[in-house]
């Protein structure tokens, strides 16, 4: 399939009656596990791909460093990829967006996430005027590459807990709807778990809603019942791999028995992933 070809089965895939599941990959041996497990389209996480590099999450990696692990997930995999691209990178001007658009374009992916935190002087978040013009810039930038980019406007209203309820609530569908004009296609509400409060955010943001799923979220049938478009898990699976590896290797050095590394996937099957196509 060509880069337009996934760029619209990806923009499809919001609009349908099935909700978009997207595991989230940090390198190729993990999007290649997520693509023979059966998913429709990968996004990456931006902290998998930081950890894995040996750097801290929160632009840690340069544009280029994570562009080029974008392209080394695109080049992995058939289907769809959407890249995290955490702020945009450099010093989040409008010219960097755009910038870190032509950057995911060229690298292969379909798709691109921006956030808005943390905000200057010790603001919990960005202008909200000032991600507009970002969305803005992302949006002719995505025209001028002509790959027809999904850009999803990731709000950390309830990331930061930005006021109480209430208050958090309107700014984050202010946000969204000010976001979608300025270009976004999608919303991104990371840590919005309450099923009232998804729903009433599906019915108000007048675009396909993404949220992450796991732990205290409601099950994938669940969200999408409340009107959920997509869901991410974040880097839910890069944490639990850390988490295995770990105590696999404390078990190894302690008691010396082999319980956590006892379900393998054979190498010949491991190989064949690997395979040219």
Do not use: C
């Not at 692990?69 to 058939?78: C, D, F, G, K, M």
């Not at 969305?135 to 950390?156: H, K, P, Q, S, W």
């Not at 006892?262 to 690997?274: D, G, R, T």
């Amino acid at each position: 399939m060509t880069q337009h070809e996934l760029a619209a089965q990806f923009r499809a895939m919001h609009a349908d009656s099935q909700i978009l599941i997207l595991p989230n990959a940090w390198d190729p041996m993990s999007a290649r596990l997520v693509e023979d497990a059966g998913a429709r389209a990968i996004a990456t996480t931006s902290a998998g791909v930081s950890w894995a590099l040996g750097l801290p999450d929160g632009q840690g990696l340069s544009r280029d460093a994570m562009a080029s692990a974008v392209r080394r997930i695109v080049q992995s995999v058939r289907i769809p990829v959407t890249a995290d691209m955490e702020r945009g990178y450099g010093n989040g001007t409008p010219e960097d967006i755009a910038l870190t658009v032509r950057a995911v374009a060229d690298a292969g992916a379909v798709g691109v996430n921006f956030e808005d935190s943390p905000g200057t002087d010790g603001a919990l978040l960005s202008d909200a005027s000032l991600q507009a013009e970002r969305f803005l810039a992302a949006r002719e930038a995505a025209a001028a590459t002509g790959v027809d980019v999904f850009i999803n406007a990731r709000i950390d209203t309830y990331v930061k807990k930005f006021g109480n309820d209430t208050e958090r609530f309107d700014e984050t569908v202010r946000r969204a709807l000010l976001y979608i004009a300025a270009g976004a296609d999608g919303v991104f509400v990371p840590l919005a778990t309450e099923p009232d409060v998804i729903r009433r955010l599906a019915a108000s943001v007048v675009a396909p809603l993404n949220v992450i799923g796991g732990p205290g979220t409601p099950t994938i049938p669940e969200l999408q019942a409340l009107g959920v478009a997509r869901v991410s898990v974040g880097p839910g699976l890069a944490r639990s791999i850390m988490a295995h590896i770990r105590s696999a290797t404390k078990e190894l050095l302690g008691a010396g028995t082999y319980n956590g590394i006892h379900e393998q996937i054979p190498s010949p099957e491991a190989n064949a992933l690997f395979a040219a196509r």
